[in-house]
């Protein structure tokens, strides 16, 4: 499995306010991802990393920003919850950012938010 | 229209037996095509890459359809373990951007 962890594993925490989700990963690998995944629908990119300070938006990347100061730490943080935003959150990594048969995205164990 | 669409399932399969479902995708630009497995409250984990030429890793086959924009997975001898949720992902971009579908579940029955 990819050396890749997240934390907290499960969080509880109250409309407005501000909550920081940490992806850490061992594999020295340039481009990192957030996603949320919700019942009925696939994995949502919110934002991704192509090196250290490199991000850039996903597609539902409102409410979110983030930050990466170290290859092996990408932060997501969420200014001022809201309840739209109880979700399960992934963090993902790959080698290279061109996806091909042989390189692909692997996930870390993921991080379930609720925002009462 | 969603990009990546999968009957949500469940596909209810005895033990022993064969199993197949569908992922239709709408970028025809699309040249990545990944099945990935999801069990119950745990990361996606990759279970194979869909080949052009289609490809098979032990009980599982995978195809590619461009002409028609799909792809399919065939699980044969179903095992207990097998029972997960199967996400159809296609790439959305050559940047590594991937579309996932909802999944299909399969549930395997004793």
């Known amino acids: 499995d990819a050396g890749i962890t997240q934390s907290p594993r499960h969080k509880v925490t109250e409309t407005g306010t501000p909550v920081t989700l940490r992806c850490h990963q061992t594999?020295?690998?340039?481009?990192m991802y957030w996603y949320r995944q919700d019942p009925g629908h696939g994995l949502r990119l919110i934002h991704y990393s192509y090196g250290v300070k490199d991000t850039d938006k996903g597609e539902v990347s409102d409410g979110y920003s983030v930050s990466r100061s170290k290859t092996e730490d990408f932060l997501l943080t969420l200014e001022s919850a809201t309840s739209s935003q109880t979700s399960v959150y992934f963090c993902a990594i790959s080698w290279s950012p061109r996806t091909s048969e042989t390189d692909t995205q692997y996930f870390g164990p993921g991080t379930r938010l609720t925002v009462l | 229209r969603k990009e990546v669409e999968q009957d949500p399932g469940p596909f209810n399969v005895p033990e022993g037996a064969t199993v197949a479902f569908n992922c239709t995708y709408s970028n025809s630009a699309s040249q990545s095509f990944f099945w990935y497995r999801q069990d119950c409250r745990k990361e996606p984990k990759l279970l194979m890459s869909?080949?052009?030429s289609g490809n098979e890793d032990g009980r599982f086959t995978a195809q590619l359809n461009r002409a028609s924009q799909y792809i399919s997975l065939l699980i044969r001898d179903s095992k207990l373990s097998d029972s997960a949720t199967y996400l159809c992902?296609?790439?959305?971009?050559?940047?590594?951007?991937?579309?996932f579908g909802a999944g299909t579940q399969v549930v395997v029955t004793p």
């Open positions: 869909v080949y052009s």
């Open positions: 594999e020295n690998h340039r481009y």
């Open positions: 992902v296609v790439n959305k971009d050559s940047w590594g951007k991937l579309q």
